[in-house]
């Protein structure tokens, strides 16, 4: 399946000043199914160790940090004559080994020829758990569930991806039933690679939400062997307290609609866990529309969301029929199904995304997304009817901005807003 990310692959390989890749993301985002896609397109060979409960890898690593001794180790050990150059070296479930993680500084400044990769379901957690990071010895990317865009490709639907490329939106709006009837398949399945495979091989969908149901289940198992043992119901309530708190005309998180008399103290670290797992998105409120936008942010008002919509309709039992078939989809569960499809588009693109709300929550922004010196506040509606009061009051307050609202209407672009439809967020900057 293709994924975006294998172009920011490409350009790391053939950066000057390239150091060892750390690819992160949650678990089954599709880190090892990229890095092997990558190592076998662009390289002439592919050197892969899994680290996960690898002893012959612990012993070659143990000893020192000799990269030439290394190398010579692990071309014994998998039958692969390592050059530099031509040949991809991948570590993966890296967060299992911190002796390897470690061996980065020494590959970045000894052996600078040499192409490697690491991966880890878990990193994120163990980078901020006191395991030894190679600060400014490596390169980073992220890796997200599959996008839209992404799924249509993966299900056959190519020219709709290359329909919405071209920002065409008379061309866009002339196949507003396809990619609408698109749309509400990925609300079911989701971006997940193992449910999208699922689905573009037969359409099963009792089979897509059992994989859902299984990844989930797989997470929740992470809580309990990764976490500290004290943490473990706490981050359990924030988990499962998200669907009903995207559902809430207000979707500030609300520490007390878990737990009567919960504080946020309590739950600080429960969330950073989540966090660090790549499991949820954090969504803080600004104050204000300035530049930038992190310097308004507060810290202690914001909104979260699960990192996948698929995974989100599997927690909830949404029924599949009033996902694909029902007319209800787009405005059901007070649009937290919408809000959280438009997010999970952004969060790809690596730009600062927070929220608005007034302080007598008279007036929302749903989003807001900073991109260069550019700040667009986003409103996302779930259906035609669309009522952007919201929206207008806060561009008559910030009249040097430009709204943008998703919705199910077709394109129009007016003074103060531009509409777009909800399927063509991936498109927005264009």
Not at 188 to 216: C, H, S
Not at 395 to 420: A, C, F, V
């Amino acid at each position: 399946m293709k994924r975006d990310i294998m172009s920011q692959l490409i350009a790391w390989k053939g950066k000057k000043d390239r150091k060892p890749l750390i690819l992160n993301g949650a678990r089954q985002v599709g880190k090892t199914y990229i890095l092997r896609e990558f190592g076998q397109e662009q390289y002439e060979k592919m050197a892969y160790v899994n680290c996960d409960r690898n002893e012959m890898v612990e012993r070659i690593f143990a000893q020192d940090y000799n990269i030439e001794r290394i190398l010579l180790s692990l071309s014994a050990l998998l039958h692969v004559n390592i050059e530099p150059e031509n040949t991809l070296i991948v570590f993966d479930e890296v967060q299992e080994s911190p002796a390897v993680l470690n061996s980065l500084k020494y590959f970045c400044e000894d052996a600078p020829q040499y192409h490697v990769a690491v991966a880890g379901s878990l990193l994120g957690i163990s980078l901020h758990s006191g395991t030894s990071f190679p600060v400014g010895k490596v390169d980073m990317l992220k890796i997200y569930p599959m996008t839209f865009c992404e799924f249509l490709d993966a299900i056959g639907e190519s020219t709709l991806t290359d329909v919405l490329a071209t920002a065409d939106f008379s061309l866009i709006d002339s196949l507003s039933l396809r990619f609408i009837d698109c749309l509400r398949q990925y609300y079911y399945v989701g971006g997940m690679p193992a449910a999208v495979r699922r689905f573009a091989e037969d359409k099963n969908l009792e089979e897509v939400r059992g994989i859902q149901k299984q990844i989930l289940f797989d997470y929740q198992r992470d809580f309990s062997k990764h976490s500290p043992a004290q943490e473990v119901p706490r981050i359990n309530m924030v988990w499962e307290s998200i669907p009903s708190q995207l559902a809430k005309e207000n979707k500030k998180f609300l520490f007390g609609a878990m737990r009567k008399g919960a504080r946020a103290s309590q739950f600080e670290m429960a969330i950073q866990w989540l966090k660090d797992a790549g499991l949820i998105y954090q969504v803080n409120r600004v104050s204000a529309p300035g530049m930038p936008l992190k310097f308004y942010s507060d810290m202690a008002v914001f909104k979260l969301f699960v990192l996948d919509i698929g995974l989100m309709g599997a927690m909830v039992d949404a029924p599949a029929e009033s996902i694909l078939v029902a007319d209800t989809l787009f405005r059901e569960y007070k649009g937290a199904f919408t809000e959280l499809f438009v997010l999970t588009q952004l969060m790809p693109l690596g730009l600062p995304i927070y929220y608005f709300s007034s302080n007598d929550s008279r007036v929302e922004i749903d989003l807001i997304v900073q991109h260069g010196n550019i700040i667009t506040p986003i409103e996302v509606k779930a259906e035609e009817n669309v009522h952007a009061k919201s929206l207008r009051t806060f561009i008559s307050k910030h009249p040097q901005l430009k709204g943008l609202r998703l919705s199910m209407k077709p394109y129009q672009d007016q003074e103060w807003m531009t509409n777009k439809p909800l399927y063509a967020v991936g498109a927005w900057l264009k």
